[in-house]
């Protein structure tokens, strides 16, 4: 492997001009820090904003900027004022931060902010390019550069580029609120892998590229066209070693001897964060106060320490957060306070890791109850200063964190109640209840720290490119064509089972309006005149439509998917007796989604049933495939039926019909020279599954198949017919 080359917002060092001087200083934001420590053990380059804009800075200046960032292993992106106004204040925190924390009220859907966002995008992609090597590993991070993947996949088509997303992933519902969702969707399938903190964030992940691009799943593997995509959860973790051994450190215990000195015996409530209204701190501001008024007994006893960092404060929601804060802080204080006691000490400003880790260390509880947060970190960094074991983490149920910290008393943060509760309940709980829990919580987070889970990510990297190369290899390269048309040519028996829609023509929106084309009918017709050949054409289709199309040729014909056989110039038969009494109990069923999904309809066959939704919206038909495909599992598990997913279809037969113990009544005619099989869809692999060892299987599209080779569409397909028809 080359170097990583992580992309970002911004870098670990932030540039800021200062009385006419450049003043180089580390960033503040949670994922230069987060990634800190795991970055400088790589051999990498940091591409990224510095945070100051070119309109403040001369040309000399920018070279100085540039020579001391390539010291430090960082490339700077520069951005003039309107950019970073539009694209960073605009679409990032205006947009994107509001939506995907599910704060659709304090969204604005500007297009001028939309257009700016893109054009960045693109200016990261420039800069990236000039600066990654073939064998580099590019690694992408967060919703800034959502369509950074996409441009650099168009730029470096076999780049190596993982994506990680920081913050949520909303629900659908959410997410389809975007103007420019699909884009966004699409930008992200550049990437190679793509991350997220928690499960639930995939699932949302993969929910809205179903429903936007159709594009089907399985396993956390996304078939992206003539991609595989794979989608993964890697819930970041933290320095753990580094909050553990600071709390040692001298000046971490001198600030610790202050605030005990400050706060003497009482209890100390800690609560820090960004000033954001995703945090939920007026919230946790009314827990605490029904909390003072619920149980007066604490009073003098207890002390919530409320730090709370500047954040976006050119913002409007922002400074009207900041208003609710003091206006709450002052009411409660004022409410409860007595003199040489106030319940709040309200912090406004930036703290130095000693402070933070003093803070973590004397509080008996912190509470961490954001109303969305993706992970949360300092939930984990209060608990790993936790040597003596001693302290409670009240955490809300809405962070990424909770899954991975249950030990904690989990709430959910809009209950002021459950809350105020949890307060009390952490200032109460036995020393050993205390101690188990935490250790309990340590132990995982000592395990998985930022040095683990960026490992992993870069390795589910590494094994993503790896599945993606295996399913290039079996792509049918011109060698491996020539190997095809030879044995072929050497063969004086040969078969050929060939697939219809997807694989002979494309696919329509209406099934009748698949029609052979002369094209079509040249080439099949040439391989069928062949006295040498056998060409078995196996689809889904009714007989009656196949004998419309095929049945004066010299073809054998398989309909629905194997029901019906006919052997050239034979009549029609099945496989074995078959009923279809069952359809009078199905029928109702798929009518009810026919009626409900507008475009979609019911085709019926003589043993089976078909529901198409080709034609339907895709949001609407995903969601009621999925329901019409779990109610019919349940209906059918009594009555010896079989549901098949086809490309945009389902559809209901009987159990052990397929296409593969259709295609044994040809195979198991004679010792056939060479066998050829190409499909699609799933229904193709039962075929595929029975072909012995020597024969050529093609599975149309990019993604995994028993079959041995891929082809990437019907041109192709029909080209390498051509050239056998030749012979």
């Not at 205006?94 to 893109?118: N, Q």
């Not at 399985?218 to 051994?245: E, H, L």
Request: charged residues 30%; contains cysteine; hydrophobic residues 40%.
């Amino acid at each position: 492997m080359g170097r990583l080359v992580i992309v970002s917002n911004r870098m670990p060092i932030s540039v800021a001009k200062r009385e006419g001087k450049l003043r180089f200083l580390p960033s503040a934001g949670g994922v230069a820090t987060g990634l800190d420590s795991f970055y400088k053990s790589y051999q990498s380059l940091w591409v990224g904003w510095p945070g100051i804009t070119l309109d403040k800075m001369r040309l000399e200046e920018i070279e100085q900027i540039g020579e001391r960032m390539t010291k430090q292993n960082c490339h700077p992106v520069f951005l003039t004022q309107h950019e970073a106004e539009n694209y960073y204040y605009g679409f990032c925190n205006k947009t994107i931060w509001p939506l995907f924390h599910h704060f659709p009220l304090y969204t604005s859907y500007r297009e001028s902010f939309w257009e700016t966002y893109e054009r960045v995008n693109r200016t990261f992609c420039e800069a990236v390019s000039k600066v990654a090597s073939p064998d580099d590993t590019i690694w992408v991070h967060d919703y800034q550069l959502m369509l950074l993947p996409r441009f650099l996949r168009e730029r470096l088509p076999e780049a190596s580029i993982g994506f990680f997303l920081h913050i949520p992933f909303p629900s659908f519902e959410v997410f389809r609120l975007l103007p420019w969702r699909k884009e966004l969707i699409e930008g992200l399938l550049g990437a190679d892998l793509i991350g997220f903190h928690t499960n639930d964030y995939v699932l949302h992940f993969l929910d809205s590229v179903r429903r936007l691009l159709g594009y089907e799943h399985a396993f956390g593997q996304i078939n992206a066209k003539n991609r595989i995509v794979k989608v993964d959860v890697f819930p970041m973790g933290i320095d753990y070693k580094k909050f553990v051994s600071a709390v040692q450190e001298p000046v971490v215990q001198e600030a610790i001897e202050r605030i005990r000195k400050k706060i003497g015996n009482r209890k100390v409530v800690l609560s820090i964060d960004r000033l954001d209204y995703t945090k939920g701190i007026p919230q946790r501001l009314e827990a605490f106060d029904l909390f003072l008024e619920k149980n007066p007994q604490y009073k003098e006893k207890v002390t919530l320490i409320l730090v709370a960092v500047p954040s976006r404060t050119g913002v409007e929601h922002y400074a009207q957060l900041k208003n609710r804060v003091d206006e709450l802080v002052g009411r409660i204080n004022g409410k409860h306070g007595l003199i040489g006691w106030m319940p709040i000490w309200y912090l406004y400003r930036f703290q130095p890791l000693h402070s933070l880790v003093a803070l973590y260390n004397v509080a008996d509880a912190a509470l961490v109850t954001p109303m969305r947060d993706g992970m949360n970190l300092i939930a984990k960094e209060f608990v790993a200063t936790k040597s003596d074991g001693r302290g409670v983490l009240i955490l809300s149920e809405m962070a990424g964190a909770a899954k991975e910290l249950g030990e904690a008393i989990i709430v959910n943060p809009n209950n002021k109640e459950e809350v105020a509760q949890a307060i009390k309940y952490a200032l109460r709980m036995p020393q050993e209840e205390q101690i188990e829990r935490n250790r309990i919580m340590q132990k995982r987070l000592q395990r998985y720290n930022v040095m683990r889970w960026g490992t992993d990510f870069l390795d589910a990297l590494s094994r993503a490119k790896r599945i993606q190369l295996e399913l290039s290899v079996r792509k049918l390269t011109q060698e491996t064509q020539k190997n095809l048309i030879k044995d072929y040519m050497e063969s004086d028996n040969n078969i050929m089972l060939l697939d219809y829609d997807g694989t002979l023509v494309p696919f329509a929106e209406k099934p009748q309006k698949a029609k052979p084309d002369g094209d079509l009918i040249e080439i099949v017709d040439t391989l069928a005149e062949n006295p040498q050949n056998e060409v078995v054409i196996a689809s889904g289709r009714d007989r009656e439509t196949l004998d419309r199309w095929f049945g004066n040729k010299k073809l054998s014909l398989i309909a629905e998917h194997g029901v019906w056989i006919k052997d050239r110039n034979k009549s029609w038969e099945t496989i074995e007796p078959l009923r279809d009494d069952w359809k009078k109990q199905i029928r109702p069923v798929l009518e009810w989604y026919e009626d409900r999904t507008a475009g979609s309809f019911i085709e019926e066959k003589d043993f089976s049933l078909v529901w198409h939704y080709r034609k339907a919206d895709p949001e609407l038909a995903s969601l009621r495939a999925r329901e019409l495909k779990d109610e019919l599992l349940q209906l059918t598990a009594n009555l010896n039926l079989g549901v098949l997913e086809g490309s945009k279809v389902i559809e209901i037969k009987s159990i052990g019909i397929n296409k593969g113990r259709a295609a044994l009544f040809w195979l198991s005619k004679k010792k056939w020279g060479f066998i050829l099989a190409i499909g699609d869809d799933w229904t193709d692999e039962d075929l595929f599954a029975v072909l012995p060892e020597s024969a050529y299987s093609i599975k149309v599209g990019l993604s995994p198949s028993r079959a041995k080779f891929n082809l990437d569409s019907v041109d192709q397909v029909r080209s390498l017919l051509k050239e056998l028809a030749k012979g």
